[in-house]
């Protein structure tokens, strides 16, 4: 241990082969688990800081405390990703017997912990935090004003867990450090006003289900509503963006499937996980919309102070490392974010499960009546089922179906969230049905047997466990993670998918292809050509995501590297040897004017810091305008990324001159008024803050909403119409 810990820098091959054998022999002393060779190599993988795919059951968990423990006795800063607090402190007690073995230090952090109790598990030599944590902490030390107040942690190594989801899915989402008031304009009446609207007459929906727009009619309705406005000109233009913005709420997006409602909020539910999407919100109004329409109270309405993506984030680190169950299918992607290489490490034993052909059908009911059909035969022989589905609306409704049957099964969606730990440890035991909406993160592998593989025996002569998904997911990725919990660690097992032509996989990215169109055209069904048009909507899917993601990250660049500047800036300021570097010569001739010499240091820096924050926020604002405007560029034929990119240099040009003068005119008034006292100036900070994450716009972003409006109007009408 001693040689391991002198050993500065990166370790060599012999290094490496004493680190296993130790890591082994405290791994066996301390947690009672003999090490598969897999994990150790998948250690040695991180260590090099690449990714790793790892299959379902292979110890993940262990593998990232391994490699998180070599890099802390190389005298490395670690944080550990993980996707909730759950898994974080769960991991971080488990393996604490692991990380005393080797002398290493271990913390945990999860939501609402005080600043100092995060200052000590921060100062541990490895921390385990959800990413959403570290995010919000960056964001909180960007406003730190006393130079004696440092930041919470160093970026030194960071291990995520379930890395494509983290380091990908979740890459282009904004973490918010918010403040501010409350109020708001209230949109109760919008929302009465489009739900007296008539579908298919005063408002229609395209065929993606992602737009909604009035038609003549309904705008003549809208209008009388409101005592005659025209919503088309400058005065009626808050009208049209409230009632807009209400429609869009009604129309597509719906309880039970993109959100829930619980203890009188609104709570998204993230499409990618399947569970509740903690502390994010919708943006541009359109949460306030939603709660109204719920007839639930308006939330707080806050000014961004500031934001960061969770890819910026990331790369802030000085080494970036993961793992996870369906890392390959973006290893592509992960190397040119992150520059990060991404390998398998194959299972320690081979996978027997048998993936069985999809089973396709031309619509919805006859692909639920097969599925319950067969998850009843496979039932018969006792195995235990696991039933994926899309959204919670359709996890209770085969649930429904299954009691109607007799059968009783257990639900796993977004309403019951917490108790997940639970009910997957229990969904190996033998003859149990588990519903779940989505298995991606949950952390907790399912035994053949139960949770203690008692009756692993009898589940295995039934065939171990049954996976059975009803309809596909946006990602083939999400499919396999479904996929994947059955087999594990060389367990028998079987997956299946039951689709159709009605799944909102193919109803949203293949909207020719409905089953009514298909017989209008007397078009014969068959399975293959089914399970090819499935294929071929996911495939669309993917890469609509991916030009998404990418798109957004693309216009986040710009921004990120003026924050950058911002906060190279803020903290030249905040030592105490730079506290004047914004001051000019109007502000040091009011300096010279007052006294006390040290109180006038703080002020200042104080002063400085205000102005420097204020027009940072208010540069973000116009961003963010910027943002939603610039696809009309398109019209012509100006590129919208080049355009924006545009606007925001030349909207930071001379940043730094524009704080300066405020700081003198501050400065200034206070040698008039003989006062630095912040109250008086007029230098008011947030009295409280909060953080939350903006989930992505459920319509796509600005210029995609206007090209699927633009090829709408010119979409050729199928026989139907």
């Not at 539910?269 to 719920?294: F, M, Y």
């Not at 006792?382 to 609306?393: F, I, Q, Y």
Request: aromatic fraction near 6%; proline fraction near 4%; charge should be negative.
């Amino acid at each position: 241990m001693s040689r391991l810990r002198s050993c500065s820098g990166e370790w060599g091959r012999a290094e490496q082969r004493e680190f296993c054998r130790v890591a082994r022999a405290v791994a066996w002393a301390a947690l009672g688990i003999d090490l598969f060779d897999s994990q150790l190599v998948g250690a040695l993988a991180l260590l090099d800081g690449h990714v790793v795919q790892m299959g379902t059951g292979e110890g993940k968990t262990v593998t990232g405390a391994v490699a998180a423990a070599g890099y802390a006795l190389q005298g490395r800063s670690v944080q550990l990703f993980s996707v909730n607090d759950y898994l974080a402190r769960r991991d971080a007690e488990w393996m604490s017997p692991f990380y005393r073995g080797f002398g290493v230090g271990v913390g945990w952090i999860g939501e609402g912990e005080e600043r100092e109790r995060r200052r000590a598990a921060y100062a541990a030599d490895v921390t385990y935090v959800p990413v959403t944590e570290a995010g919000f902490d960056v964001l909180r030390d960007r406003f730190r004003t006393e130079p004696e107040d440092v930041e919470l942690f160093v970026q030194d190594v960071v291990i995520v867990d379930e890395a494509d989801a983290v380091l990908i899915d979740e890459a282009s989402t904004p973490l918010v450090l918010a403040g501010g008031g409350t109020g708001g304009v209230s949109q109760r009446e919008a929302a009465q006003l489009v739900r007296t609207l008539v579908p298919g007459v005063d408002y229609e929906v395209d065929a993606d289900g992602r737009n909604v727009a009035l038609t003549d009619r309904g705008v003549d309705g809208v209008e009388a509503a409101l005592g005659g406005v025209n919503l088309f000109d400058a005065a009626g233009h808050d009208h049209l963006t409230t009632i807009n913005v209400a429609l869009h709420a009604q129309a597509l997006l719906h309880r039970d499937v993109d959100y829930i409602v619980r203890d009188g909020r609104i709570q998204l539910v993230n499409a990618s996980r399947g569970r509740i999407a903690r502390l994010q919100r919708w943006p541009d109004g359109l949460h306030a919309a939603v709660e109204a329409k719920e007839d639930l109270e308006s939330s707080t309405v806050s000014e961004i102070l500031d934001s960061i993506t969770i890819q910026a984030l990331v790369g802030r680190y000085r080494t970036v490392c993961g793992m996870s169950g369906t890392a390959l299918p973006v290893a592509e992607q992960l190397a040119d974010r992150y520059g990060v290489r991404t390998g398998e490490v194959g299972p320690h034993r081979p996978v027997i499960r048998e993936d069985l052909p999809d089973r396709a059908y031309p619509d919805a009911p006859s692909q639920l009546r097969a599925a319950l059909e067969y998850i009843v035969a496979e039932h018969r022989s006792g195995r235990p089922l696991l039933v994926g589905t899309g959204s919670v609306a359709q996890s209770e409704q085969v649930a429904e179906e299954l009691g109607r049957c007799g059968l009783d099964a257990v639900v796993l969606n977004a309403k019951n969230d917490a108790d997940e730990a639970a009910i997957i440890a229990r969904a190996g035991e033998h003859g149990r049905i588990t519903i779940s909406t989505q298995m991606a993160g949950r952390g907790t592998d399912i035994r053949l047997g139960g949770a203690d593989g008692s009756d692993a025996e009898r589940v295995i002569a039934a065939g171990g466990l049954c996976v059975v998904g009803i309809g596909r997911y946006d990602s083939r990725r999400l499919d396999d993670q479904l996929r994947g919990r059955a087999g594990r660690q060389g367990d028998p097992g079987t997956s299946v998918f039951f689709t159709s032509l009605d799944d909102d996989l193919v109803r949203r990215h293949l909207p020719g292809f409905s089953p009514s169109l298909r017989k209008a055209y007397d078009s014969p069904f068959t399975t293959d050509t089914a399970t090819e048009l499935v294929d071929h909507a996911q495939r669309l899917a993917e890469g609509l995501q991916h030009r998404s993601h990418r798109n957004t990250l693309a216009f986040s660049e710009v921004p990120t590297e003026q924050r950058l500047a911002v906060l190279r800036l803020r903290t030249a300021v905040l030592s105490a040897e730079r506290d004047d570097l914004l001051l000019n010569g109007e502000a040091r001739t009011a300096v010279d004017a007052l006294l006390g010499r040290h109180r006038i240091h703080a002020s200042v820096r104080e002063i400085s810091l205000h102005h420097l924050d204020q027009y940072w926020i208010e540069h973000l604002d116009m961003l963010t305008a910027a943002r939603e405007g610039i696809h009309l560029r398109s019209l012509a034929r100006d590129n919208p990324l080049d355009e924006y990119n545009r606007i925001a240099y030349r909207a930071f040009e001379g940043f730094a001159g524009r704080v300066t003068d405020a700081i003198a005119a501050t400065l200034t008034h206070a040698a008039a008024r003989g006062t630095l006292d912040p109250e008086p100036l007029g230098l008011r900070r947030p009295s409280t803050t909060w953080t939350y994450m903006v989930i992505e716009d459920p319509f796509g972003s600005p210029e995609q909403r206007f090209g699927n409006l633009l090829l709408n109007a010119f979409r050729p009408a199928g026989p139907e119409s």
